[in-house]
């Protein structure tokens, strides 16, 4: 069918329009965002916290977690049976 | 720095161009690199979001909770595009195409 690319594009473009309206008809409280120093370093705190209690570490472990059986899962997906 | 409004708009750009890569391509692994520019443009939104709350409440001082998140969500796509590439060859091996529209055995 040779219109359904150009019906698939042009659904698209009309989702692009709703969703770009949208964000410029909203009225945001302050137009303008400030600039922060030591990103970097904030978000190390931020992830690993400043004391035992805080931070996201614990989550940062498990997601290493998930990574390696990840990478395991991809391995045994993708490695060559054998005859 | 650049208004929240322009982040907004080019993240939501990116997520229509991922979205019109995944209805028309039928490369299986142009799909995945479409699927990961539409989480592209969901992280952009967390960290413009972040970075906008933290310049509305400056007396709380730098919140970077979204781009702490926006971290764990690469993680997730990382894992995510490992398990499809994997797919994606293991079904190379079997049926000698990637082309998603031949490839329809799930299709009910």
Partial sequence: ?83 | MIPLVYWLVFSSLLFCIGAYGVLTKRNAIVVLMCIEIMLNAANINLVAFSSYHSSLHPALGADLSGQAFTLFSIAIAAAEVAVGLAIILSVYRRYKTIDVDQINILRW
């Fill in chain 1, 1 to 83: 069918m040779r219109w359904q690319p150009v019906l698939k594009a042009l659904s698209v473009v009309l989702l692009a329009l709703l969703i770009i309206l949208s964000i410029l008809s909203a009225s945001w409280p302050e137009e303008d965002m400030d600039e922060f120093d030591n990103t970097s370093e904030e978000l190390g705190r931020t992830l690993f916290g400043t004391t035992d209690a805080t931070g996201y570490g614990l989550i940062v472990f498990f997601i290493g977690l998930l990574l390696l059986v990840a990478l395991l899962g991809g391995i045994f997906l993708a490695k060559e049976e054998r005859e």
